[in-house]
């Protein structure tokens, strides 16, 4: 079973989208900083993550100033009358070296859902299609992110588990979440998502 397929098995086991918005509706999309639908990612993030904790993005920019460059960028597109509109995003940044233990892994980061679509199952979408990328494609060992602690119960459900002890980044209490490549990840993810309707590579 591929990579993918067993992606679409987590997310039917993970919970439903909202019946009020069918799942065909809504797109992944894997995207780069020069995507016209990169701005509307930023402003997401900002809503969502930034603004609360007193940033914007250019101070983010700013602390972390090759993030944005080196993350490959997932975003949820919704498919309006009036336009695309992005309803979700997720930032996948990989190491630059192996950790201590020869791992090659990646981080999950900055990820949002516009405050009217949360509960539809977007967010766990985007982990599944960060998910296929990094152990399917990029052959990465494992996934980790620092995750808020309202967001700890997400991330278990999903399938990670927590390492370490709490800790605050801004003044918030964070806890790594770690998921280790399954047994036998297919190496070619990127050609099977081509023929998934709901995914769509802008890369």
């Not at 597109?77 to 695309?84: C, I, K, L, Q, S």
């Not at 979700?88 to 090659?104: F, V």
Request: charged share 20%; glycine share 8%.
């Amino acid at each position: 079973m591929g990579l993918i397929h067993q992606s679409r098995n987590i997310v039917a086991a993970r919970g439903a989208p909202h019946p009020a918005y069918p799942a065909f509706v809504i797109k992944i999309e894997r995207i780069t900083p020069e995507s016209p639908l990169f701005a509307s990612s930023v402003a997401l993030r900002e809503l969502v993550l930034l603004n609360p904790i007193g940033y914007d993005h250019a101070k983010f920019v700013a602390e972390y100033p090759s993030v944005d460059e080196r993350a490959e960028h997932f975003v949820a597109v919704f498919d309006h009358p009036t336009g695309p509109r992005v309803v979700g995003c997720l930032l996948l940044l990989t190491d630059e070296q192996p950790s201590e233990n020869g791992q090659t892994q990646a981080k999950v980061m900055q990820m949002a859902v516009d405050p009217q679509r949360q509960g539809e199952g977007l967010g766990r979408r985007l982990v599944v299609a960060a998910e296929a990328r990094a152990f399917g494609e990029l052959a990465l060992s494992r996934l980790y992110c620092h995750s808020q602690d309202r967001a700890i119960e997400f991330y278990k459900a999903i399938g990670w588990h927590p390492e370490g002890e709490p800790f605050e980044e801004a003044g918030i209490g964070h806890m790594k979440m770690v998921l280790d490549a399954p047994p036998h990840p297919t190496s070619d993810t990127a050609s099977t998502l081509e023929g998934d309707p709901l995914y769509g590579d802008g890369v």
